[in-house]
């Protein structure tokens, strides 16, 4: 290169994010943590079983599961095609949109059920392509359980007492239980007919969403969050006016269950789910601090899913929650988690003591001993009055001072960063897990 040319330097492009595809970040993904511990340690008290599916499945599997009229199959669910095998085949995949569907797949799939029942339990992001709102994203993720091969109302009773031990669990208090059953089959069909008739009656008052669904999906009308229909659609027919002897004596079971158990509910007529496959119990964890979208949990009974996804006739029921939905309300509730404090922090005179330090640290961390030491520059340690304001801010309960002079005598100093009443201590560098110990039986 000639010196006279002039060397143009360009800054490259700044990448950004999907839109509604949001990074966790500290200390927020703290809170995550927090939250999965809780549902983890839950999940075993209750004996379900974590199940982990792939994101991608067959698009067929949710225009099945899901159903194709359905709002998320027609316009939301992320869908390609994927690139053809040595036959010029092509398949059709989608990233999941919900949990169930592909839950049920996996154990039909691997006849998971074959020596009985089985209580499932999943975490894990979910996609769909809609608009981005408070509590709403294109990427979300729940928190799933699924109970398959019981029939019977006590177990619709024990997945909501697991959701309401877990709000009891984390602190969140702002949220309240509304149920209703759906029935079965021939039930909802007596019911669907009175409908559809009731809001031919009223077409004037209905709007276009509705319109759309009246004779696809009634009972999403039902649903409807539109205020100018509210008190049309509050007159129309009941499904537990239509429910017969058995679908009454299975509501009056779970109810008596969650009375017993001193869980307050609501009997709301209007909670419905649009999908045929749902049947009986269907119940949610509502709340008014979300705005619009005030669902925490939702869940039901699904009898009929795995016939129609191809697997033999099973009983299943289960419910999902929303991580960021969940997070979002114990911020306005002020239950939110509190980060794990650092235990402590290491304070390194000379950068050539590294090795040395470093191998005390270990120990401490073997211990069960949070602990992070100050990195050395390319010019060494900084000062020590530096280091320890590092040690300050990090939240740190100790500083542990490896210094030159105490190295030299194979000792440790310990200050307690947060009580100054506390007079420092030196250690033997030997004795720092038994110090440990200490500190361990003391929290």
Known sequence: MHMDEKVVSRKAEKLVGVKGMNDILPPESARWEALEATVRELM?????????????????????????????VEKEMYSFEDRSDKHGQAEHLSMRPEGTAAVVRAVIESNLLYDGGKRLF????????????RGRYRQFHQVGVEALGFGGPDTDAEVILLA???????????????????????????HRAQLIAYFEQHAGLLDEDAKRRLHSNPLRILDTKNPTMQEMVAGAPRLLDFLGAESLAHFEGLKAILDANGVA????????????YYN????????????????????????????QIGGKPTPAVGWALGVERVLELLKETGASEAVA?????????????????????????????????????????????????KADASGGRYALVF?????????????????????????????????????????
């Open 122 to 133: 999943y975490m894990g992001p979910m996609f769909r392509r809609e608009k981005p709102q």
């Open 44 to 72: 075993l008290r209750y004996a379900y079983r974590n199940i982990r599916t792939p994101i991608l499945e067959h698009t067929a599997l949710f225009v099945r599961g899901i159903g194709e009229v359905t709002d998320i």
């Open 265 to 276: 509910y609501s009997i709301n007529p209007r909670l419905v789910r649009g999908l045929d």
């Open 164 to 190: 309401a031990a877990l709000w009891q669990a984390i602190g969140l208090t702002d949220v309240r239980l509304e149920l209703n059953s759906l029935g079965q089959p021939a039930e909802r069909a007596l």
């Open 403 to 443: 210094g030159v002079d105490e190295l030299a005598q194979g000792q440790v100093t310990i200050k307690d960063l947060r009580d100054a009443s506390q007079a420092q201590q030196s250690r033997p560098l030997q004795e720092l897990s038994q110090w440990a110990k200490g500190l361990q039986s003391a929290t």
């Open 280 to 307: 009986l119990t269907v119940f949610e964890f509502v709340t008014d601090r979300l705005g619009s979208q005030g669902t925490v949990c939702a869940g039901g009974r699904y009898d009929d899913l795995i016939v």
């Open 341 to 389: 404090p650092l235990d402590a922090y290491a304070i390194v005179g000379d950068a050539k003591d590294a090795p040395r330090v470093m191998v005390s640290l270990e120990q401490l961390r073997a211990a069960g001993i949070s602990v992070q030491m100050h990195p050395a520059g390319a010019e060494g340690m900084a000062s020590l009055k530096s280091q320890f304001k």
